[in-house]
Every structure is written in structure tokens, then in C-alpha cells.
């Protein structure tokens, strides 16, 4: 069955250290996203990628950062700049963003990153 | 873009229809109604979108009143496992999903 995987499900660091979040997906979409999502609140867009090799900012990219080297992979790094790290992280796909951006989007099971 | 207004939380019992409303008061007429639900500790997952027509699914209903200044979602019984939250989102050519708070349905049995 195709869908996103994001790895691992639950991640602790210590402040002041970069950790990287996984998301493969095997869908075959061209566009994927980033997004954070604290307690009781709704998401909100870190970064997206229409195509391989480039990538755009969302609303909240301070202390992010991401690479599209590969179709199927969109890794986030949360930097040791980033002021509030702890968080649940989604990731998600959709076939073409351009072509429809009406598709829907894909989501993964998020990951859940403790900083402390 | 245009914001949504949902209710924070709605209660149902298990087996009855659910009506889930959502106001967007400054949709413009290339606007489309997305709608999404979370269940606890997962990722969103798509539900229904509409333009101007009512639409049905396997999920779920969307009813679009005539102005498109509101709509519904139905789910025509509810099961347990419909627990989440549903997020409504207006959607356009030039802008992103945006998830606000959305509406918590709890599902008694």
C-alpha cells in the first residue's frame, strides 16, 4: 500500500542539539509539506517543495531547514535555533500542486519531538 | 484569503446524524470548501471538498448554502471511531491549506 512514513514516532534531544525528521512517501507526488502542530492548536506550515531540488518557506521557517534531493524524501531539520522545538511534526504529499491543487493532501502519522 | 469560523467543540450520540457547521463569510466565488478530520496522535486526513454543489462520499456529506457563506458537514451516523477534530478550510489556486482550530466532535455511546 503507498503512503508517507515519518520516522520516529516519538524523538528526545537535548536543547542545543539538530535533530532530523524522516518522511518517505512512495505515492509518486511531486509537492510535500511540513507542518507543526502544538497542543490544542491547529497546523501550521514550516516548509513545502513542489518539485525535486527546490523548496520554499511557509509561514513559521525560522529555526527549519529542509532538502529535496530525492522525490520521495523530504527531511526537516529543527536547528538549534529554533526557540520552542517541542512539538508534533506532519508531514504530507499531494500528486501536483500545481496541476490540481485541489488534490488532497496525504498525511503521515507525525513525529513527536521532546526537547528539554 | 478567506477565514473560517467553526464551533470549538460538539457533542453526539452514537448512530445519529452529526451536523458540523462552518461560516466563511469572504469566500470569493473560485473558493473551495475543503473539509479534514484528526483523530488523536494521527496526521489529518481527508474527508469531502465542494465548490457550489452539495457533494456526498463514502465519508460524508457537504451541503454549500446557496450564498457559499456557510456550509455543513454531515455525517449521517455516527460511530465512535468519528471522534476528532474536523477542520473546514477555504481553499484557492494561490494559497495553502490553512488548518485553523477546527471543531472537536465527541461521540457518546
Known amino acids: 500500500d503507498g503512503g508517507i512514513t515519518q520516522s520516529p514516532k516519538y524523538l528526545f534531544r537535548k536543547e542545543g542539539q539538530n535533530v532530523t525528521l524522516s518522511c518517505e512517501q512512495n505515492?509518486?507526488?511531486?509537492?510535500m509539506y511540513w507542518y507543526r502542530q502544538d497542543p490544542g492548536q491547529g497546523l501550521r506550515l514550516i516548509y513545502y517543495s513542489q518539485i525535486v531540488n527546490d523548496f520554499q518557506k511557509g509561514d513559521i521557517a525560522e529555526g527549519y531547514s529542509v532538502s529535496r534531493e530525492k522525490k520521495e524524501s523530504f527531511p526537516l531539520t529543527v536547528t538549534s535555533a529554533q526557540k520552542n522545538p517541542t512539538a508534533f511534526y506532519l508531514c504530507?504529499?499531494?500528486?501536483?500542486?500545481?496541476?490540481?491543487?485541489?488534490?488532497?493532501?496525504?498525511f503521515g502519522n507525525g513525529t513527536r519531538l521532546t526537547v528539554t | 484569503d478567506a477565514k473560517t469560523t467553526q464551533p470549538n467543540s460538539m457533542e453526539s450520540n452514537e448512530e445519529e446524524p452529526v451536523h458540523l457547521p462552518c461560516n466563511h463569510s469572504?469566500?470569493?466565488?473560485?473558493?473551495?470548501i475543503h473539509w479534514y478530520r484528526q483523530l488523536p496522535s494521527q496526521g489529518p486526513e481527508y474527508v469531502i471538498h465542494g465548490l457550489t454543489s452539495n457533494v456526498n462520499n463514502r465519508m460524508a456529506s457537504l451541503a454549500i448554502a446557496e450564498d457559499r457563506k456557510s456550509s455543513t458537514l454531515i455525517l449521517h451516523r455516527a460511530t465512535l471511531r468519528d471522534a476528532a477534530v474536523y477542520y473546514c478550510i477555504i481553499k484557492n489556486a494561490g494559497n495553502m491549506l490553512t488548518f485553523g482550530g477546527g471543531t472537536r466532535l465527541m461521540v457518546k455511546p
Open positions: 505515492l509518486n507526488h511531486d509537492a
Open positions: 504530507a504529499s499531494q500528486p501536483s500542486r500545481a496541476a490540481d491543487y485541489n488534490s488532497p493532501l496525504h
Open positions: 469572504t469566500i470569493s466565488g473560485t473558493d473551495y
